[in-house]
């Protein structure tokens, strides 16, 4: 079993900035991709950007140049840096990584989420 925490939300005006992290624990082989994403209310839970082992990122475009997705291997740590924070930012961010088991399978987790609000 793999458990993912996250913090760093929080209110934040519009324009600030916000840290997110998120630390693996538990049982595993390896942890391949990690990645963020996110929920605002009454929308569906989409994708903000994801993070390979090897340190390739992938940005979804509302957050390009904004926000800045890396990892610390050792720390089997995940961070998200928002820039320039919008309201439409806000939303719960969920922590999500893929983690080869003990028994050399592919298995996803998923954080408990984070609320990040943006005022206007």
């Known amino acids: 079993q793999v458990q993912l925490v996250e913090s760093g939300g929080g209110l934040v005006q519009a324009g600030g900035s916000l840290r997110l992290s998120c630390a693996a624990s538990?049982?595993?082989?390896?942890?391949?991709?990690m990645g963020w994403y996110r929920q605002a209310p009454g929308k569906q839970r989409e994708l903000v950007a994801t993070?390979?082992?090897?340190?390739?990122?992938n940005y979804e475009d509302f957050v390009k140049g904004r926000f800045t997705i890396s990892r610390d291997n050792a720390k089997n740590t995940v961070y998200l840096q928002m820039n320039s924070l919008k309201p439409e930012d806000t939303a719960v961010y969920y922590c999500?990584?893929?983690?080869?088991?003990?028994?050399?399978?592919?298995?996803?987790?998923w954080g408990k989420g984070t609320l990040v609000t943006v005022s206007s």
């Open positions: 538990g049982r595993f082989v390896s942890i391949n991709d």
């Open positions: 999500n990584c893929v983690v080869t088991n003990l028994l050399y399978r592919a298995m996803t987790y």
């Open positions: 993070i390979t082992s090897g340190g390739n990122t």
